[in-house]
């Protein structure tokens, strides 16, 4: 599905070197601006070797990303970063110009989607070829931004459980930069294009950045030898960087504290069921097409959303309709469960709100302090539903109730699942399941 080095030799026997072949236009510009762009930095590599796309996108491939172009970077020893290979995707801005992926656009605003991604990876001591499975990895995240339309920028993170590399070591989630060495933004002919850094973590990493936030926990990476300044990729790394640093950690939790979490939404499966009485009298469940093929899914997905309540997604405006609940009985799954404590605690505590979004559909749950303005719910009717989106206000002593109750999920291995919480005073009760 993906290149491999069978693709990246076909690729290369038929583009000899000094003679790229873009696609049927005679010129794609944009492909040539960020070409030239990684040729001031790696000035003896014009022809590098790529992963490819052989049936493009546009024709009906399952691949977003034209090219990756993998380069070999020496390092910098006197900035103590290592040798390590780059990785530079082709696809997520406009190459063509023409309107074929992208709506044509121009000088001074995105082009495409206004970035690409880029993959530092330690270079093994004696490997001469790039490993390609980090263009899996690429194409994979360039999958949920054409399927979504979300753009990825740094301070984003990924939730991928399970080792990056397809090994057994414990770099298993993603954290988004800034490149360290490529300009962003950068003008090219069909618009401007950024350029956002994977920087594969921990499991204790990711939590740190959804506990307080991603750019946070990017700069501590930024000065830990894990890592470094330029924030390397090191598969074979065992220690996260609070065990290797006791002052990290403390660190992140004084952030914690001071000044909450800026993680305000992510992917999750959810869904709700009206209460009126006693009896759950109204189900709301979308389940996924039939047709979906699992295996290409991207994974769950967890990253900051810049998406408030009294902000229409384009995917919430078909109904204006508001319809109050007279009681509620949510539903999450463990991944999404586990981050309750983190939506009272970090977030409505601190009169903020957390979206829950579904990967299974366009159903999304939003919680809200009081003190969130622009909502549909108020303190005398705190559950209300507009369309798919369903918003649930959360009153300071309720709040307060269930940053206790919600500790033990804080150790989700603890657990007997099914747990159900259930408040009959406030008519609402959540229950998180195995799946």
């Not at 290797?244 to 992917?267: C, F, T, W, Y």
């Not at 995917?315 to 469960?337: C, I, K, Q, S, Y």
């Not at 719910?377 to 206790?404: H, I, N, S």
Request: with cysteine; charged share 20%; net charge negative.
């Amino acid at each position: 599905m993906f290149g491999n080095m069978r693709e990246r030799e076909e690729f290369a026997r038929r583009f000899p070197p000094g003679q790229p072949n873009y696609g049927p236009s005679s010129r794609a510009l944009g492909l040539d601006a960020l070409h030239a762009l990684c040729k001031e930095i790696y000035p003896d590599q014009g022809n590098p070797l790529t992963v490819t796309a052989i049936v493009k996108y546009w024709l009906g491939g399952p691949d977003p990303l034209d090219y990756i172009s993998m380069y070999e970077n020496p390092g910098s020893p006197e900035l103590g970063v290592p040798p390590h290979w780059h990785y530079v995707s082709l696809g997520l801005s406009d190459l063509h110009g023409d309107g074929r992926l992208h709506p044509k656009t121009g000088p001074g605003r995105p082009s495409g989607f206004g970035f690409e991604l880029t993959f530092r990876l330690a270079r093994e001591p004696g490997e001469t070829t790039p490993p390609t499975w980090p263009a899996n990895v690429m194409q994979q995240l360039a999958k949920y931004v054409f399927n979504s339309g979300n753009m990825l920028l740094p301070g984003d993170h990924v939730s991928w459980h399970a080792p990056l590399d397809n090994g057994n070591g414990r770099i298993t989630q993603m954290i988004m930069g800034r490149d360290p060495q490529l300009p962003s933004p950068v003008s090219t002919p069909h618009g401007e294009v950024s350029f956002v850094q994977i920087i594969g973590v921990t499991s204790e990493e990711l939590q740190a950045a959804q506990h307080w936030n991603g750019l946070g926990v990017v700069n501590l990476l930024k000065g830990s030898r894990a890592c470094g300044s330029w924030l390397v990729t090191d598969t074979r790394r065992i220690h996260s960087v609070m065990e290797e640093d006791p002052s990290v950690a403390e660190k992140i939790q004084s952030g914690i504290e001071r000044e909450g979490s800026n993680l305000s939404g992510v992917s999750a499966k959810c869904w709700w069921v009206q209460i009126s009485g006693e009896k759950s009298t109204e189900k709301y469940r979308e389940k996924r097409e039939e047709s979906d093929d699992e295996e290409n899914d991207v994974k769950p997905f967890i990253k900051t959303e810049r998406l408030s309540p009294c902000e229409q997604d384009s995917n919430f405006g078909d109904e204006n309709h508001v319809r109050v609940l007279p009681g509620l009985h949510l539903t999450f799954n463990l991944e999404a469960g586990s981050l309750l404590p983190l939506a009272i605690k970090g977030r409505v505590m601190h009169g903020r709100h957390f979206t829950f979004k579904s990967i299974l559909s366009h159903t999304a749950v939003t919680i809200v302090a009081p003190s969130v303005t622009g909502t549909l719910v108020t303190k005398e009717k705190p559950y209300a539903v507009q369309g798919p989106w369903l918003q649930v206000l959360l009153p300071e002593d309720l709040a307060d109730k269930m940053a206790q109750e919600f500790q033990i999920l804080s150790n989700p291995g603890q657990i007997p699942l099914p747990k159900t919480f259930s408040w009959p005073e406030h008519k609402l009760a959540i229950t998180v399941v195995n799946d």
